[in-house]
């Protein structure tokens, strides 16, 4: 059973419009919450998370919202760009100890120019 | 600074043969991980040590699978024997004990024939 559920495979954005990719999760002990980001043939890289108590977080072009009460987060790219383009994961552990991170299926972005 | 260091980065072997992976931590990390990633099953951790000790290993598939960690700045994950569903991507990671972030290394691909 998916705890944490990326529901869109794919998504294409134009350079320059924004990026929204989601993620449900189903465990109501999940309180930390992260994205990673990955290329072809090289390993998941963080890119941004947020707590529970909060319900977003900011870093530059990247933004991670937090529903609790729809147990739903996502993440916003503005203006996104090509180099973008990767395969973009969720991760939820309870506790933000991160040790027993839950990943989503994954979501790629393609940006296209 | 380096980052996580895993070898060896690809690994053709036939059925029934031992396989060994690697893995360097970040210095200073006091948490290591083992992850592998396959198209039906996504990222799912394996196994996962603290200051050298196994913690959690309920994610390791079956006894055929073996994880050490002999000192601080090396792990290594056996197969003994490897069958072709083994075939997947085998990603360490870490992370210090101050934040909940893992960084993970850029994987060791196995393909079993």
Same mark, same amino acid.
């Given at each position: 059973?998916?705890?944490?559920?990326?529901?869109?495979?794919?998504?294409?954005?134009?350079?320059?419009?924004?990026?929204?990719?989601?993620?449900?999760?189903?465990?109501?002990?999940?309180?930390?919450?992260?994205?990673?980001?990955?290329?072809?043939?090289?390993?998941?890289?963080?890119?941004?998370?947020?707590?529970?108590?909060?319900?977003?977080?900011?870093?530059?072009?990247?933004?991670?919202?937090?529903?609790?009460?729809?147990?739903?987060?996502?993440?916003?790219?503005?203006?996104?760009?090509? @180099?973008?383009?990767?395969?973009?994961?969720?991760?939820?552990?309870? @506790?933000?100890?991160?040790?027993?991170?839950?990943?989503?299926?994954?979501?790629?972005?393609?940006?296209?120019? | 600074?380096?980052?996580?260091?895993?070898?060896?980065?690809?690994?053709?072997?036939?059925?029934?043969?031992?396989?060994?992976?690697?893995?360097?931590?970040?210095?200073?990390?006091?948490?290591?991980?083992?992850?592998?990633?396959?198209?039906?099953?996504?990222?799912?951790?394996?196994?996962?040590?603290?200051?050298?000790?196994?913690?959690?290993?309920?994610?390791?598939?079956?006894?055929?699978?073996?994880?050490?960690?002999?000192?601080?700045?090396?792990?290594?994950?056996?197969?003994?024997?490897?069958?072709?569903?083994?075939?997947?991507?085998?990603?360490?990671?870490?992370?210090?004990?101050?934040?909940?972030?893992?960084?993970?290394?850029?994987?060791?691909?196995?393909?079993?024939?």
């Amino acid at each position: 059973d998916q705890q944490v559920k990326q529901n869109s495979p794919s998504l294409s954005v134009q350079e320059g419009r924004i990026s929204i990719l989601n993620c449900d999760y189903t465990n109501s002990m999940f309180d930390y919450f992260l994205w990673y980001k990955k290329y072809p043939a090289e390993g998941p890289t963080f890119l941004i998370s947020i707590s529970s108590i909060k319900d977003k977080n900011e870093d530059g072009r990247f933004t991670v919202f937090l529903n609790k009460s729809a147990k739903h987060l996502s993440l916003h790219i503005v203006p996104s760009q090509p @180099g973008d383009s990767a395969v973009y994961f969720c991760a939820a552990t309870p @506790g933000n100890a991160g040790n027993m991170l839950t990943f989503g299926g994954g979501t790629r972005l393609m940006v296209k120019p | 600074d380096a980052g996580v260091i895993q070898s060896p980065r690809h690994e053709v072997t036939e059925m029934g043969q031992e396989v060994t992976l690697r893995c360097k931590p970040i210095s200073g990390h006091d948490y290591l991980f083992w992850y592998r990633q396959t198209m039906m099953r996504g990222l799912e951790l394996l196994i996962y040590f603290n200051n050298n000790v196994p913690i959690d290993d309920s994610g390791m598939p079956e006894d055929r699978f073996s994880a050490k960690m002999p000192n601080a700045s090396f792990s290594t994950l056996k197969i003994q024997p490897s069958e072709p569903r083994d075939s997947a991507v085998y990603f360490c990671a870490s992370r210090p004990a101050q934040t909940g972030t893992i960084y993970f290394g850029e994987g060791s691909w196995l393909t079993v024939v």
